[in-house]
């Protein structure tokens, strides 16, 4: 902003007024009222008591006094910005999703970029996962690809999550630590869990300390179901590809750039955008059908696991363009709700179990954090398609939908009828065979814990090997507990023998017995794919 040009005075105080006029609005209560004088409450007399009758100051004190909001319970740090997808290749021979209709097609985004495990206060180079989380306002409705910068996943079942994140973020009897994963807690409960190494591989990894989020990778993670026209249905997953390549940071930049500039990231995202130098992403597809599904080595419902591009190559479909900051952070950043859910015709979900888990808690916790049913009507919320239900009143309804009928069917006529349903047009969920009894027993083919982070062990680079038993021996070194760092390098020793021999020393400690895995290790191919040094630009 610049300076202003309105006129200014001295009250009876001694106080400065910065007055209205020229271009300086009239400022007013939130209920419209001008305001005389902010400076001053109204007192009896000279000394005062204060008077309850000065309603201007009653409501700044009120609406101060309610401004925060619960942060998300977890990804609460983060930065967005809004921008546009352009469809580059027509999918419409594998799903009826209106946003890949067409090459040229343009669909308007918000992108909301997050750490995990700090809390809304807490620093950007964490070393952590980054939420990659992009709305796409579709005229067939919002899509939300709710993503991260890592392929793959902690844990299988979303019945393990409030686990997951009790163990990561500070300890209930301490308060400590906010932010990161070297602690006691988080290993133990990793170290417990043998379907957590792969991702543990990865978050130790230089892509846990990246340089910029114009310089990461994003994933859908789970597998989803792409739908078309004839009702015909493939496995789907999604991959952003940043236009300016993969960078990091290394650790020791890393600390001190949480030192000197806790806003790093934020900052970075702001500056490029306001100088018109926008980021890009490619979106990209992996897409293959049910009967080749069946004959991969592992589970692709597993959200543990990532389909080697090796084996299911990616095809680019469109671009993001990140183009425009937002007004005002915590009405767009803060309040955007995303919603694994939410998804157009066209797009559907598979059984995997975190998703299925997923697709419950962000609705629910929306209703925690921003306090009405009708949080869909924000403006970095709303559909930019019509938008017609008999859903009805609810804390801050802001909807004015005409018409007599709030139900259906009713036989009212014009604006008095409401809407009705889609049939075949709508979003028909795709009729997945489903067999079997009820039960709890994790499937045998999401037994097999180690093979994949095996590949990527073996595909880094050696100076990116360097930096993961670095990080290893840096993180359980904070372990105070020794049975927690034995039980995690046992389980280091079925990824790769060199691996947990160099974390064992650098720990000062004897090579545990391997623990036993709950399936045979297999070796798969390794993916140049996933170094970011193969991959920089
Ligand atoms: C928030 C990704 C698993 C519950 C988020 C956000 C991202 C994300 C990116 C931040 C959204 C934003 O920027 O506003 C993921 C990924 C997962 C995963 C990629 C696994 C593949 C889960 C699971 C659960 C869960 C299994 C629960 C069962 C939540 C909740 C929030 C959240 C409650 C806070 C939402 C809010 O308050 O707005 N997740 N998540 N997530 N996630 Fe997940």
Redesign the pocket.
């Known amino acids: 902003g610049t300076a202003s040009a309105a006129p200014e005075e001295l009250g009876n105080g001694g106080e400065l007024h910065q007055l209205a006029g020229g271009d300086s609005p009239v400022m007013t209560t939130a209920h419209g009222a001008p305001v005389q004088d902010d400076n001053n409450s109204l007192r009896a007399g000279d000394r005062g008591p204060t008077l309850m009758a000065d309603h201007a100051f009653r409501e700044k004190i009120f609406h101060f006094d309610h401004e925060r909001i619960?942060?998300?319970?977890?990804?609460a740090r983060?930065y967005?910005a809004h921008g546009v997808f352009e469809c580059t290749e027509s999918l419409a021979d594998v799903t009826r999703a209106s946003v890949f209709a067409e090459a040229g097609k343009q669909t308007e985004t918000f992108v909301?970029?997050?750490t995990?495990a700090g809390n809304l206060g807490s620093f950007d180079l964490a070393r952590d996962?980054r939420?990659?989380?992009t709305k796409f306002y579709t005229d067939e409705g919002n899509w939300d690809l709710?993503?991260?910068n890592i392929p793959v996943?902690f844990?299988q079942d979303?019945v393990k999550?409030?686990d997951l994140?009790h163990s990561v973020k500070e300890e209930p009897d301490r308060g400590f630590p906010q932010a990161g994963s070297a602690h006691d807690t988080f290993w133990d409960f990793v170290s417990l869990m043998p379907e957590a190494t792969h991702m543990t591989l990865w978050t130790m990894s230089d892509r846990a300390i990246p340089r910029s989020f114009r310089m990461m990778e994003g994933?859908?993670?789970?597998t989803f179901r792409f739908v078309n026209d004839a009702g015909e249905s493939s496995f789907v997953k999604f991959h952003w590809k940043p236009v300016l390549g993969m960078q990091s940071v290394v650790w020791n930049e890393a600390v001190k750039i949480n030192g000197a500039d806790p806003d790093f990231h934020r900052r970075d995202l702001f500056d490029a955008i306001t100088a018109g130098d926008f980021p890009q992403w490619e979106l990209g597809v992996q897409v293959f059908d049910d009967a080749f599904a069946d004959e991969f080595d592992f589970d692709v419902l597993d959200?543990t696991k990532l389909i080697p591009e090796e084996l299911v190559p990616i095809r680019t479909v469109g671009t993001m363009t990140l183009n425009r900051v937002v007004d005002n952070v915590f009405a767009e950043i803060e309040q955007?709700?995303?919603m694994?859910q939410n998804v157009p015709p066209g797009i559907d979900f598979s059984n995997d179990p975190?998703?299925q888990?997923?697709n419950?808690?962000?609705l629910?916790?929306?209703l925690?954090?921003l306090g009405s049913t009708n949080f869909s009507q924000l403006p970095v919320n709303a559909p930019r398609c019509p938008v017609a239900h008999f859903q009805r009143d609810g804390h801050m309804q802001t909807s004015t939908q005409p018409g007599r009928a709030a139900y259906e069917p009713n036989s009212f006529t014009g604006d008095d009828r409401g809407p009705r349903e889609a049939g075949s047009d709508g979003h028909v969920p795709f009729p997945a065979p489903v067999e079997g009894e009820t039960r709890r027993i994790r499937a045998e083919s999401f037994r097999d814990h180690y093979s994949q982070g095996r590949q990527f062990w073996l595909s880094q680079t050696p100076v990116e090997q360097d930096h993961i038993v670095a990080a290893y021996v840096f993180e359980l070194g904070k372990c105070e507990v020794p049975a927690i760092r034995e039980r995690m390098v046992a389980n280091l020793r079925n990824v790769d023998e060199s691996l947990a021999g160099r974390v064992a020393d650098g720990l000062g400690m004897p090579l545990p017995a391997a623990s036993t895995p709950a399936a045979p290790v297999v070796e798969t191919e390794v993916s140049p794919a996933l170094s970011i040094l193969a991959n920089a630009k």
């Open positions: 619960p942060e998300r319970v977890v990804h983060g967005g909301r970029f997050s995990v996962v939420g990659f989380a709710v993503g991260n996943f844990i979303a999550f409030p994140v994933f859908g993670v789970h959200a955007v709700a995303f694994t975190l998703l888990g997923r419950f808690s962000y629910d916790t929306q925690k954090r």
